[in-house]
């Protein structure tokens, strides 16, 4: 039987690297449901290469145009957010990999959990957001996450079989991104051409930003906590520029594993959506020859202050990585218009955070007021 796979966000970086492994991949796996956001072109291009049942165009305005392209074809045509927190919870779809960008990709993920959905989870923004609840909801619906997120695919394939060894602590890497050697003056003037400018990974426009400033290691720190069960102290993040290693559990007798390749998010997207099974690929293999020195930094944090306010809001719990993310997303698009600098990203955030009101155990809907009230301050911030 053929995994029937919702792809949401099937436009975006993850989004498109997920259909070209199904592509190549197509006795095992069928795609059931797409979605976008704005970019109807690709998404009707998508739905008629890849025949799925349904589409869903988040933005409403865009239906028509879907509609009308699609109409000679036997695909069913849905629109805005709220049809994509339906479409996930329908009997034809096994797998919901969720490749939204930021807090988008919550309901989605939490309804097609609540359905009891395998999730293929990219969208670490939920995890940050909301782990506890998601956590909770998961037990709750026997529903499932393999994670996307190289890092955390790489801490997962090294846990295999290891079901009753403890974890001493994990050491997720970090490629340092394009600012790794600046100082802080340089930072000062970085203008968004430079940030958008990753030494490793090609991605999406938010996640390089979060990548340049560290933001991204940050929620990859908070992510790791939900997805493994760790706390802060068994968190630790080390810069290895090559971003061949792809991350390391260290067990109770000091034995580490790794897991490494070069760095290609088709590796992690398959094996979330094919495990437990491993399937053979054509992707590029690594040849050590290649890379004779790998090397490996402690994390300036200093420099790169994001990280450590990810881990104090990991320390404080709460709503306060829900704050921290709204936060996030409100000066990365700031910047991203040019209407804040580089450094501002932080600032804006620590603010936010300092004045948005602390709630110690969060349902859904205080999550969603956290997101709102933390969302407006940040606004306020930018002149
Ligand atoms: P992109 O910006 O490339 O793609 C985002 C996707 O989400 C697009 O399909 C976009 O549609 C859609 N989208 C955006 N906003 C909304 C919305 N409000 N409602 C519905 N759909 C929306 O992002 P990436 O693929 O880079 O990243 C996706 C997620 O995966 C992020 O959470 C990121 O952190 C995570 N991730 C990404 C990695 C990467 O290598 N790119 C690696 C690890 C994790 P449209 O195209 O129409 O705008």
Known sequence: MKKRIAVLGSTGSIGTQTLQVIDAQKEFFEVEVLTANN??????????????????????????????????????????????????????IDIVLTAIVGIAGLLPTIKAIEAGKNIALANKETLVVAGELINKLIRENKASILPVDSEHSAIFQCLSGEINNAVEKIYLTASGGPFRKKDIDFLKT?????????????????????????????FEVIEAKWLFGLNSQQIDVIVHPQSIIHSIVQFEDGAMKAQMGLPDMKLPIQYALSYPQRLKSNF????????????????DLNKFKNLAIAYEALEKGGNV?????????IAVDAFLKNKIQFLDIT????????????????TYKDYVETNSEARKIAKSLIK
């Not at 890849?50 to 849905?78: G, R």
């Not at 590029?284 to 994390?299: A, G, H, I, S």
């Not at 990585?321 to 997303?329: D, G, R, T, V, W």
């Not at 955030?349 to 969060?362: L, P, S």
């Open 39 to 92: 970019n109807a072109d690709l998404l009707i291009e998508q739905a008629i290469k890849y025949k799925p049942n349904s589409v869903v165009i988040a933005n409403k305005e865009k239906y028509d145009y879907v509609s009308k392209a699609l109409n000679n074809y036997p695909v069913k045509i849905y629109a805005g957010e709220e049809s994509i927190a339906q479409i996930v919870q329908f009997d034809n």
């Open 321 to 329: 990585a829900c704050a921290l993310n709204a936060a996030n997303e």
């Open 347 to 362: 600032s804006i955030i620590e603010k936010t955070i300092g004045k948005t009101y602390f709630i110690k155990e969060n």
């Open 284 to 299: 590029q293999r690594f040849n050590f020859l290649n890379y004779p020195n790998l090397t490996f930094e402690k994390p």
């Open 190 to 218: 970085v203008t968004k051409e430079q940030a958008l400018k990753h030494p490793n990974w090609d991605m999406g426009t938010k996640i390089t930003i979060d990548s340049a400033t560290m933001m991204n290691k940050g």
